[in-house]
């Protein structure tokens, strides 16, 4: 099974990460990260919603076997003097968290 993370280069903001809002979950570092990756049901709706408004996306494939040691800037720096947003789009709360792109396995849209 694939899960997506979702990167945004945006004409206001700049540069972000973009995690799906999991407040309230508990788990191992593994299962919160694989919780914060979007599915492809939920780009379906968020990546013409994001695009419309002008929004670049980068998409990256997440694997289920390859979830050891990852975790996302903001859960990685939470606390931290780090800039964060809270967006509301299409009825999906997502933190938008600054951070650094790199991946081999990022697609630009």
């Known amino acids: 099974m694939r899960r997506y993370n979702l990167y945004s280069l945006t004409p206001h903001y700049g540069r972000y990460e973009l995690i799906k809002d999991t ?4 788990g191992t570092s593994e299962t919160l990260y694989w919780a914060e990756c979007f599915t492809w049901q939920e780009l379906k709706i968020l990546v013409p919603y994001l695009k419309k408004r002008g929004w670049r996306l980068i998409i990256e ?6 979830l050891y040691g990852k975790t996302h800037i903001h859960s990685y720096t939470y ?9 509301n789009a299409c009825g999906i709360n997502i933190i938008m968290a600054r ?3 790199v991946s081999d396995k990022q697609k630009t849209y």
């Open 61 to 66: 494939i997440v694997e289920e076997n390859e």
């Open 79 to 87: 606390g931290k003097n780090i800039e964060t947003q809270i967006l």
């Open 23 to 26: 407040r309230g979950q508990s």
């Open 99 to 101: 951070g650094p792109i």
